[in-house]
């Protein structure tokens, strides 16, 4: 299993994902593959997501699938089975970190304050999920964040879109950005798999020296 450092260096921008009907997840894999991105996050935040990400995992064997919003140990368990490649939580608890560790198993805790980052390091967590990242405070927020903690590295959600995305990924501890602006709940739920497509296209163009400059 790749570590999460590995995953999100090959995967920088990650779209987070809400999916209320469980046929909608192969024509999304799709129209993401096609514009040239191989890694989603289906949060958890629906009665089909479980299903979605057994669906993606089984049907896209070359995706990197995967799991938001995991809450508690048993969904840990349960995504690991259905095949999701990695896991994110927007804060952490004992059980969850708990779990993690002990499957070994490529995860992104939630923090967003010092303490929050300081006690994740602590548990061997080093590459952490930012969240929620705009009402947190942003990317000035995490350019402060830089020099005192300087081995923790970052993955932002909440809050980015095409006009500040590469604010966060100009910073030296912004590993990878996720989000649903280009996969919107709505714009899954109306079909608009081509106009996906063509949007992560150009995110794709635009960012793809974004960790380069
Ligand atoms: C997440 O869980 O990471 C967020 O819900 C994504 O935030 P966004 O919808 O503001 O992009």
Redesign the pocket.
Known sequence: MDDIRDILNSNLIVP?VILDRVEDTAPLCEALLQGGIQAIEI?LRTEAAMAAIGEAARRFPDMTVGA??LLNADQVKQVMDLGAKFGVS?GSTPALLDAVSTNEFPFLPGGSTMSEFMALAEASFVVQKF?PAGPAGGPAFLRSVASPLADISFYP????NADNAADYLSLPNVIAV????FVSADRIRDGGWAQITNDTRDIVKRFSNAKNC
Request: hydrophobic content about 30%; cysteine-free.
């Open positions: 987070v949060t938001g919003t927007p969240f959600t909440g809050g980015i996720g989000g649903s602006w």
